[in-house]
């Protein structure tokens, strides 16, 4: 069975480019991403791992570390993020997980196992390229699995990031009792929780109007 939202995260020992962690440990009270990269010095791969690097403060003021995994080991790693920095004009600060076993992509379920031509010289299969929403209590929030031949949106990262740091239950109650519409950003109005009554949500969302009996939206103020 592959991982599911609202399991927990798997915990793990690695060895990365900024020294061994234990996963949790290094969570600690910040939400995470993990994504994985079928290899190193892979062309999608490198714009991406230098978005990510750019974007960092984003993430920084959302609460959310950043940390990387590819199928190679260190030595790799740290000639491919001068190359990355080099193409980039970045400064790539987060971890990347060396993972030359499969052994941390396997506990995550990240080995494309039906492509047969998706396998290294040795004939392991490489890493699917997903990306995991982790929160302060270790519970996948989001999984998003992305070809080899796309690159990974990470305004809709930070989006999503935004939208369930808002909306899930979270400490036992709903952070804000509301969930959110198609192509919603920080700002947007937001829809009333169908466990919401009317008669509650005039003293919770004083603005908010009723589309369709299932269907209320409100302002929503938001840091």
Not at 166 to 195: C, E, M, Q
């Amino acid at each position: 069975m592959g991982l599911r939202l609202g399991d927990i995260a798997p915990d793990f020992e690695a060895e990365t480019t900024k020294g061994p962690i234990r996963f949790h440990e290094w969570i600690g009270d910040s939400w995470a991403i993990l994504f994985s990269h079928p290899g190193d010095f892979t062309p999608v791969c490198t714009t991406e791992l230098a978005e990510v690097a750019r974007r960092a403060p984003d993430f920084e003021k959302r609460n959310v570390k950043l940390i990387g995994i590819s199928a190679n080991g260190l030595d790799d790693h740290k000639k491919w993020i001068q190359d990355i920095n080099d193409w980039g004009s970045t400064d790539v600060q987060y971890p990347i997980i060396a993972d030359a076993d499969r052994k941390i992509s396997t506990l995550y379920d990240m080995l494309d196992e039906q492509d047969p031509t998706n396998r290294d010289a040795k004939g392991l299969p490489f890493t699917i390229r997903t990306v995991f929403i982790i929160d302060p209590k270790k519970t996948i929030r989001l999984t998003i699995s992305y070809p080899a031949s796309t690159g990974r949106n990470f305004d809709e990262i930070l989006r999503v990031v935004d939208c369930v740091s808002h909306t899930l239950v979270y400490r036992g109650f709903w952070a804000y009792r509301v969930t959110t519409p198609v192509n919603w950003k920080k700002g947007d109005d937001v829809i009333v929780h169908p466990s919401v009554s009317n008669e509650e949500a005039k003293t919770l969302f004083p603005e908010f109007k009723i589309h369709k009996p299932y269907l209320r939206t409100t302002p929503l103020k938001v840091e």
